[in-house]
């Protein structure tokens, strides 16, 4: 067999066998079979497996409880005791006996009564206790119902917060897209002033130090390309992320369309963003806390009542049994100036409250204003970064045909290349600065989730 033949069957042997390993193994090269998402796709998907998500959903089922556990002290308590007791006190000994039923007539002799013998007594007990007007309960379970709604106004700020974060994302891989196809192009032109160069070079019209210039142009593209795609890679993982996913992520080449309306439009949706809702009814339960401070000086009814056994033999026994209804009337009537501290108190927090409640309203005021003009920046910048755009195609084409005619010289070429190459970019920046200026803009606003056709509480 020929050598060189015998070589290459090897090389098929050895690639059949890394193909098939991979495949045994599960593993693919890098970039092969991506899960490829929608912008809506990757949205729902975010919000329904993203970490921070899913643990502020866990956080809101715990704030949710809170009303559980407020009520809970309305309802009646129910509670089981078994006790142990062995004493020669002459009291208790005395209603240990009676408890049990076996006092007899000798146990009123004065030296029982004063010495008697040790006395074991198992007491098995079953009590309630329930609350007929409980002032500082009704408040509470009030308390913990706006505070579970603004943990879930909170919650849905948190959604349209991963929103915007998947939403650059997904951009951000279009983006490292369009730099790698940015990329590409500067290595085909840098190729191609080579290949001028050395024909002008072979020929003997152009200088060797131009075909090395053009070398070294060529190389600084190819690295330029190395670090477009390491970007891109990095990107795919930064969106499987934020999905909750381990591995990359890809998206369409679809560019993106976002509808701007107008600025009052805003400023009015503004006023029901969730973050602000949130602290509007913060608001309301520093007034709350103000109210339990004065239902402090109100009394506490309800009733209670238990059923006994005893014996002094053994646990759960039953010599003797009793029971009680009670009806009870709490009032503290001097608690160390406690009530009168906490009603100061939560007058500095209602204050506390209100002034972050102005201040959250003119930041979010200032926020949508800044956001939209913004918008009108960005999309000025856009449009001068295509026109430069043009004019920087333009300019290379020129300078290239006086190259190739001898009229201009490698470093005029390699100028405009370098400015061709800029142009490119900057209209990829400004197109993805465009696009998250108004996606900050829907966020700032409030309006992100409705304007991606999320509905708030999925």
């Not at 809506?40 to 956080?59: G, K, P, Q, V």
């Not at 190819?222 to 390491?230: D, F, M, Q, T, Y």
């Amino acid at each position: 067999m020929v050598p060189g033949r015998r070589r290459g069957k090897v090389r098929i042997i050895l690639l059949s066998v890394i193909v098939l390993a991979l495949v045994l193994t599960g593993t693919a090269p890098a970039g092969s079979g991506e899960r490829v998402v929608s912008l809506r796709e990757a949205l729902d998907y975010s919000l329904a497996n993203n970490h921070a998500i899913r643990a502020f959903s866990e956080s809101l089922s715990a704030e949710e409880e809170e009303v559980g556990i407020a009520r809970s002290f309305l309802l009646p308590k129910l509670r089981f005791e078994e006790r142990y007791m062995r004493t020669n006190n002459p009291t208790f000994a005395f209603m240990a006996k009676l408890n049990q039923a076996r006092f007899k007539e000798a146990d009123f002799a004065v030296g029982s009564l004063n010495a008697p013998d040790p006395v074991n007594d198992y007491q098995t007990s079953i009590s309630f206790e329930q609350p007929l007007f409980a002032p500082r309960a009704y408040i509470g379970i009030r308390m913990a119902r706006n505070s579970a709604d603004a943990k879930g106004n909170e919650f849905e700020r948190k959604k349209a917060e991963i929103a915007m974060q998947v939403f650059k994302a997904y951009l951000g891989i279009q983006t490292a897209k369009a730099y790698v196809d940015v990329s590409r192009r500067a290595v085909g032109d840098a190729k191609e002033h080579l290949r001028i160069a050395e024909a002008r070079y072979n020929s003997e019209t152009g200088l060797y130090s131009d075909k090395l210039r053009a070398e070294v142009a060529l190389s600084s593209a190819e690295e330029g390309l190395v670090k477009a795609r390491k970007n891109l890679a990095v990107a795919k993982r930064r969106l499987g992320l934020l999905l909750g996913l381990s591995e990359p992520v890809d998206v369409p080449e679809d560019r993106l369309y976002l509808d701007v309306k107008s600025l009052e439009y805003y400023y009015q949706a503004s006023a029901s963003r969730k973050d602000l809702k949130s602290l509007e009814t913060k608001y309301r339960n520093a007034g709350n806390m103000l109210k339990m401070a004065d239902a402090g000086y109100l009394p506490v009814v309800g009733l209670g009542g238990s059923y006994q056994l005893n014996d002094h033999e053994r646990p759960l026994g039953s010599e003797g049994d009793s029971w009680q209804i009670t009806a009870f009337l709490r009032w503290e009537i001097l608690d160390g100036f406690k009530r009168e501290h906490e009603r100061r108190q939560a007058k500095h927090r209602i204050a506390e409250t209100g002034e972050y409640l102005e201040g959250l309203k003119k930041e979010i005021y200032l926020g949508v204003y800044d956001s939209y003009l913004g918008v009108e920046e960005a999309e000025k910048s856009l449009s001068l970064a295509r026109t430069a755009l043009a004019a920087a195609n333009e300019g290379e084409r020129l300078v290239r045909v006086r190259y190739e005619n001898s009229l201009s010289t490698i470093v005029d070429l390699l100028d405009v290349q370098t400015n061709l190459d800029s142009a490119r970019a900057a209209v990829v920046e400004k197109e993805a600065a465009y696009l998250t200026s108004v996606a900050e803009l829907f966020y700032q606003s409030g309006t992100i989730l409705q304007d991606f056709g999320i509905n708030y509480g999925n």
